[in-house]
């Protein structure tokens, strides 16, 4: 048995992360989990999107940070996509 990197993250259906925004509360992407964006995300403002996992932007999507972003030991990944932190590229 060869040493791999760890079991494989858990895809978050990024729908969640919407939900969760529109029910007023802040949203966590854990250390195993990685979500990929396929559409344009926008942290409403008083919202926090912690990201301890891998946030995907996929390629040509935007994320707009009105609320707050922390990334906690995760990463953002960002292929020929946008980030906007509060209102500036």
């Keep these: ?3 791999g990197a760890g079991p494989p993250r ?3 259906p990024e729908e969640e992360i ?3 925004f529109n029910n007023g509360e802040d949203f966590t992407i854990e250390s195993n989990e990685q979500v990929n964006l396929t559409e344009d995300l926008v942290i409403p403002a008083g919202s926090v999107l912690t990201v301890k996992g891998v946030l995907d932007l996929g390629e040509g999507n935007t994320l707009t940070e009105e609320g707050q972003l922390i990334v ?3 990463e953002v990944v960002n292929e ?3 980030i906007i932190l509060n209102g500036e590229t």
């Design 1 to 3: 048995m060869g040493i």
């Design 10 to 12: 858990i895809i978050v």
């Design 18 to 20: 919407q939900e969760a």
């Design 72 to 74: 906690d030991g995760g």
């Design 80 to 82: 020929m996509s946008n």
